[in-house]
């Protein structure tokens, strides 16, 4: 038997509903706040990922799922969808039209990791994007909608941290400090974070290895070497925040190591994760689309691990499937022919139904229905049949109704829609 591939996985039709759950309140809460749609391909020039990622990290170090083409070009699953995002930006040129773009994306990302729970190698992210807008009332709006759509999934405990990174200016004295200060410690620092010290020591602030975390716990704090204008922006970020009421950390180890990456970064983190306790993550990338071939024009924006915030979604919301609104239990060959027109007809009405067609006894019909968690369920045998009566039972209350086969559309809706 051919089983799937390891590190992807299924999502079954009992899920679905989960996920289309979490799909509808973030389209609606990134529409309300101005967000559009954006749907870039999962394929693209590796390329793109080498330059906007970075060549010093995991993802293209050794996680990318890149393959050569017929014609030779080197080409990538997208392991994230900011990349796209930016080239789209630039190859349709949409700051001619306006510099302020705002768009979302919701789809799959691929990246080669150790598969464990909350890491798959197929995973789902949630994506903001949002071109030509430097001031930081952005920042601050970013971050509140990324925290409101926590609350209207009714998802609690979870904690923002943010840190700046600084800017071309001033970030190079930052990582002079910090590469002075790894060099004495570099006997705890893991292979990677030791080769990176010179061209990327920022790194070694994020790396998940329990010594690198040990050097680094007394490292400079980059907030300390901001030049003023970095400050100011940061302040008033975190100002706008604690005005909108939201709660946040600043965290000296949160960062990106990428020259691309400006100025306030953020992880949306929560205590039910274990081991993979990040969210969403997100931040400025005001260098990214003129080093990707466009304007210089600022950007913002975040992803949020769709997979990890389902684990996290409460209880309540997690069985959503609603069933069919109609199941239609037909006994004998004439009722079923007859049933499955109106059940038909129903569908075709917009009232969601679901006529069995296997054959099987009312017993075994009822069961099904209850399994199916449908609100009525409509039975037709040959002796309501002659009468030109069918049974509605509502499934719940366990009323049952008798209504005439003649407009049995219209009766079943005026039943239900009590
Ligand atoms: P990143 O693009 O690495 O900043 O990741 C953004 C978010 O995507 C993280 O906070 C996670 O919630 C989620 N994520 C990243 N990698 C994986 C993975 N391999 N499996 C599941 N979720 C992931």
Same mark, same amino acid.
């Given at each position: 038997?051919? +089983? ?9 039709? !009992? ?12 389209? %609606? ?6 967000? =559009?749609?954006? =749907?870039?391909?999962?394929?693209? &020039?590796?390329?793109? #990922? ?10 293209? !170090? &050794? ?16 392991? !994230? ?11 349709? &040129? ?24 909350? =890491? ?23 971050? #509140? ?53 010179? =061209? ?64 306030? %970064? ?9 081991? +993979? ?19 210089? +024009? ?7 691990? #769709? ?78 049949? &002659? ?12 009323? +049952? ?8 559309? !219209? ?8």
């Amino acid at each position: 038997m051919i +089983q799937l591939v390891r590190g992807f996985k299924d999502i079954l039709p !009992e899920e679905t509903p989960r996920w289309q759950h979490i799909e509808k309140t973030v389209r %609606t809460l990134f529409e309300d706040f101005g967000f =559009r749609e954006i =749907r870039p391909p999962i394929l693209e &020039k590796t390329e793109l #990922f080498k330059r906007s990622i970075g060549e010093d990290t995991d993802i293209v !170090e &050794k996680e990318m799922y890149s393959f050569e083409d017929r014609n030779g070009d080197s080409l990538t699953l997208r392991p !994230e969808a900011t990349a796209s995002v930016v080239r789209s930006y630039i190859q349709h &040129k949409m700051y001619a039209a306006d510099p302020v773009q705002k768009m979302y994306t919701i789809g799959p990302m691929f990246r080669r990791e150790r598969p464990q729970k909350g =890491r798959y190698r197929q995973f789902y992210q949630i994506n903001a994007e949002v071109f030509g807008i430097e001031s930081p009332l952005i920042d601050a709006q970013l971050i #509140f909608m990324l925290v409101n759509l926590f609350s209207r999934l009714s998802v609690t405990g979870i904690r923002v941290h943010m840190n700046s990174l600084g800017c071309p200016g001033c970030r190079p004295d930052f990582k002079k400090n910090l590469s002075d200060f790894l060099a004495l410690k570099k006997q705890l620092l893991c292979e990677n974070c030791g080769r990176r010290i010179g =061209r990327n020591p920022m790194r070694a602030l994020d790396c998940k290895v329990p010594s690198c975390r040990e050097a680094v716990s007394e490292a400079p704090s980059i907030l300390h070497s901001l030049c003023s204008n970095c400050r100011s922006h940061f302040e008033a970020v975190s100002r706008m925040l604690e005005q909108q009421g939201v709660g946040f950390e600043v965290d000296k180890r949160l960062v990106r190591g990428l020259d691309y990456y400006t100025r306030t %970064t953020f992880e949306i983190q929560t205590g039910e994760l274990g081991a +993979q306790s990040a969210v969403a993550g997100g931040g400025r990338y005001d260098g990214l689309v003129e080093a990707l071939g466009g304007p210089s +024009q600022p950007a913002i924006g975040f992803a949020v691990g #769709f997979d990890r915030l389902l684990e996290i979604l409460p209880a309540k919301d997690k069985n959503r499937d609603a069933g069919p609104e109609i199941f239609v239990a037909a006994l004998g060959d004439e009722s079923v022919i007859k049933a499955y027109l109106w059940a038909t007809d129903l569908s075709v009405a917009g009232i969601s139904s679901e006529i069995d067609l296997t054959g099987r006894s009312l017993k075994s019909l009822m069961k099904r229905a209850d399994r199916l968690n449908a609100a009525h369920v409509l039975i037709v045998g040959e002796d309501e049949l &002659k009468k030109g009566e069918a049974i509605l039972r509502n499934m719940k209350t366990k009323e +049952q109704y008798l209504i005439s086969v003649n407009g049995i559309v !219209e009766n079943i809706r005026n039943i239900i829609c009590q």
